[in-house]
């Protein structure tokens, strides 16, 4: 079995690639498709609450260096996560999608209502209409 090449799994058109932020291109991101603000928050804001956290002494000032690091290796493996759910739902044969969604079809049965006013139980059966019986008619 040969595996496609990298594009083949792109949801971005080539063109468009040059577009994309920075952040997400220099992290090769090809499921995950954030924005700039988006990016933004990864990147810059990664650095700003590791700033915040080494000012307040919660955290050595190493916290600068290593919190935007890891954001991005999170970021980055939600985007391999999310290529394997790809590429594992495009493996899955028509047929068997036919047969999941038939098992999520509603089951229609009886159900069992007790009339607070009249104190009467009616029973509501799909095939079988049933009269309601009212003491006041």
Request: proline fraction near 7%; hydrophobic fraction near 55%.
């Amino acid at each position: 079995m040969t595996r496609p090449n990298r594009t083949a799994w792109a949801t971005m058109p080539a063109d468009e690639e040059r577009y994309r932020p920075l952040y997400a291109r220099l992290l090769g991101l090809r499921f995950v498709n954030p924005g700039g603000v988006l990016c933004f928050l990864f990147f810059e804001g990664a650095i700003a609450l590791a700033v915040l956290l080494a000012l307040a002494e919660l955290v050595t000032w190493w916290a600068v260096v290593v919190l935007p690091v890891v954001v991005a290796a999170m970021v980055k493996l939600n985007d391999m996560v999310a290529a394997v759910v790809v590429r594992s739902a495009a493996l899955v044969p028509e047929q068997e999608r036919d047969r999941f969604r038939r098992q999520m079809e509603p089951v229609v049965g009886r159900a069992r209502v007790s009339n607070a006013v009249t104190s009467v139980v009616v029973t509501a059966d799909p095939v079988r209409p049933t009269r309601r019986t009212d003491p006041l008619d």
